[in-house]
T-cell receptor
Framework: DAKTTQPPSMDCAEGRAANLPCNHS???????VYWYRQIHSQGPQYIIH???NNETNEMASLIITEDRKSSTLILPHATLRDTAVYYC????????????FGTGTLLAVQP | DAGVIQSPRHEVTEMGQEVTLRCKPI?????LFWYRQTMMRGLELLIY????????DSGMPEDRFSAKMPNASFSTLKIQPSEPRDSAVYFC???????????FGSGTQLSVL
């Protein structure tokens, strides 16, 4: 899997959009970008994934640059409950979903 | 569905004792993963199974660790003998095939004194 780089921490005001960046400059053409988050003392939770098109679901939006070397996870209206560590993972998938988690970004939503 | 179920939630034991962690994956999922999380090393993949067969155990730290999946609805992670450095949160996760998302359990907080 391609290496991903994320800032260690970010702050966001409650009610504002949270934009979490991720660099994956060595990503290969068949690797997807996955985002998970881990709220304190809970197991990681899937958010969204995509290959090259932008994706949106009920939790977030994923914007992938045209060259696929970076992506941004957008939480449109952050709440205090979105405070968590967010992990960006580049992974092919294939027959299995063996995911290797990095250190992620600690997003602190401030009241 | 109740999700991935792990037991116990908390385990406190003394060095040298055997520890067994248990996991019930989501029904119908054919992949199961054991992860360990510590402050120093983050979230590490220990081993994963496909269709009850261990596929990759390269993350298992040493021979004191063993994992089994006797059937599609149950897996165990055993540490024998346990050591203080094994103290961590152990997560179990399951998924369907291909690129389906992983579902994690609530974890087992293990403290070895």
């Amino acid at each position: 899997d391609a290496k991903t780089t994320q800032p260690p921490s970010m702050d966001c005001a409650e009610g504002r959009a949270a934009n979490l960046p991720c660099n994956h400059s060595t990503i290969s053409g068949n690797e997807y970008v996955y985002w998970y988050r881990q709220i304190h003392s809970q197991g990681p939770q899937y958010i969204i994934h995509g290959l090259k098109n932008n994706e949106t679901n009920e939790m977030a939006s994923l914007i992938i640059t045209e060259d696929r070397k970076s992506s941004t996870l957008i939480l449109p209206h952050a709440t205090l409950r979105d405070t968590a560590v967010y992990y960006c993972i580049a992974h092919y998938g294939g027959a299995t979903n063996k995911l290797i988690f990095g250190t992620g970004t600690l997003l602190a939503v401030q009241p | 569905d109740a999700g991935v179920i792990q037991s116990p939630r908390h385990e406190v034991t003394e060095m040298g004792q055997e520890v067994t962690l248990r996991c019930k994956p989501i029904s119908g999922h054919n992949s199961l993963f054991w992860y360990r999380q510590t402050m120093m090393r983050g979230l590490e993949l220990l081993i994963y199974f496909n269709n009850n067969v261990p596929i990759d155990d390269s993350g298992m730290p040493e021979d004191r660790f063993s994992a089994k999946m006797p059937n599609a609805s149950f897996s165990t992670l055993k540490i024998q003998p346990s050591e203080p450095r094994d103290s961590a949160v152990y997560f179990c996760a399951s998924s369907g095939t291909g690129r389906e998302k992983l579902f994690f359990g609530s974890g087992t907080q293990l403290s070895v004194l």
